[in-house]
């Protein structure tokens, strides 16, 4: 059996770091699996069951990478049993191949008309276009969360006819805490305040100027409480951003984007971690921070529920009074802390990257063998 996966289009962040874990734990050397790219493969480990091709070239010009994909990649593809297309929109009747759901903003317009009218929004809704197109030509769909699921499949309902599995990232073990014992309100002063974190892009959907404004609520009515925003900035959503921080200095920080390998350290050396966001796939940042026995206040939009369930307080992120009376509740609730950070541990054991690769390579197999009867 012969797997090649095209990583032409996902050079870095958390595509990258899939793809790494899932060849790290792919369990067979049995499969041949080639995965082609540019030089960022070379962050990926070598086994024996993987052989990579590393193109420096075609990928430095967008004409030469159109030129790639469209002439010397369905060629590449030929040559295999089945091929696997985890981060682009690669189309084609004739190679057999399995597409993947990775990117909830090319199908919720909802999500999208967040963003001012511009030419990234119709970036998402041509992405939109030429996702579906991948999707219905493809032999299979593997998605990240049932809601991507059902959403995707309801908005095309032809799609249900095509072969598809959900199956969940993992989770990196540099994440696992067992959770702390949870403190009182009592116990924290202005010299010692509650640290709450919230690490996501900053960005129109994450909802981090209503989370500010909730936060400027609590600390009017004088508890004690620090508030770290963490990530990159979405450069549009800058001004807002920054004007919505003024005199705020004194318990809110933003951090910025800080190396993934001190993410883990963020996540550890919180109180509650918080999470906004109205448009996820499947959402890494909270099944990291289930892992890392935090409490967790989370938004209430789709899949979160799924992941989380009953391990959470859950708000409305549209909703300023909404983040402000559940993360009181919170706050004041020492209990409830501790109900839920222990929940939310014991669910996260279920997520591993050994299983999402086991399960990714069986379904591969299984389409490629579909294929050639």
């Known amino acids: 059996m012969k797997i090649t996966i095209d990583a032409t289009n996902i050079k870095a962040g958390g595509g990258l770091t899939h793809l790494k874990n899932l060849l790290d734990n792919y369990p067979s050397n049995k499969t041949v699996v080639t995965i082609i790219g540019g030089d960022w493969l070379s962050l990926i480990n070598d086994t024996k069951a993987l052989k990579k091709l590393i193109f420096l070239n075609p990928f430095k010009n967008i004409l030469y990478q159109e030129y790639f994909k469209r002439k010397t990649l369905p060629r590449i593809l030929s040559e295999c049993d089945i091929a696997f297309i985890p981060g682009g929109t690669f189309s084609s009747s004739k190679t057999p191949y399995v597409s993947m759901s990775q990117n909830m903003l090319v199908f919720e317009k909802k999500e999208r008309n967040r963003f001012p009218i511009s030419l990234n929004r ?3 809704q041509i992405l939109e276009l030429l996702q579906v197109k991948s999707f219905k030509n493809s032999k299979g769909i593997i998605y990240i969360s049932n809601y991507a699921k059902n959403f995707i499949e ?26 702390k014992l949870q403190k009182e309100i009592a116990k924290y002063s202005i010299e010692k305040p509650l640290k709450i974190t919230y690490i996501s892009i900053i960005n129109y959907y994450k909802h981090q100027v209503n989370v500010i404004k909730a936060v400027k609520m609590l600390n009017k009515e004088g508890i004690p409480i620090i508030l770290d925003l963490i990530g990159p900035i979405y450069e549009p959503m800058r001004e807002k951003f920054e004007r919505s921080l003024k005199g705020t200095e004194s318990f809110i920080t933003y951090k910025g984007k800080i190396p ?4 883990s350290d963020c996540y550890k050396n919180t109180d509650i971690f918080l999470f906004a ?19 967790i206040i989370s938004s209430n939009y789709g899949p979160m529920p799924e992941i989380l369930r009953d391990a959470g307080v859950y708000m409305n992120p549209t909703d300023v009074f909404s983040i402000y009376e559940n993360l009181k509740k919170l706050i004041y609730d020492t209990e409830l802390r501790t109900d839920i950070a222990n929940k939310a541990y014991e669910y996260s054991q279920e997520f591993s990257w050994e299983k999402a690769s086991k399960e990714t390579f069986e379904f591969l197999i299984e389409i490629a063998k579909q294929n050639k009867l």
């Open 122 to 124: 119709f970036r998402y």
């Open 154 to 179: 309801n908005k095309y309902p032809y799609l249900k006819n095509k072969p598809s599995k959900v199956i969940y990232h993992g989770i990196s073990d540099e994440f696992r805490q067992v959770p």
């Open 260 to 263: 993934y390998e001190e993410i």
């Open 277 to 295: 966001s109205t448009c996820e796939n499947m959402p890494n940042i909270l099944v990291e921070a289930m892992s890392s026995g935090q409490p």
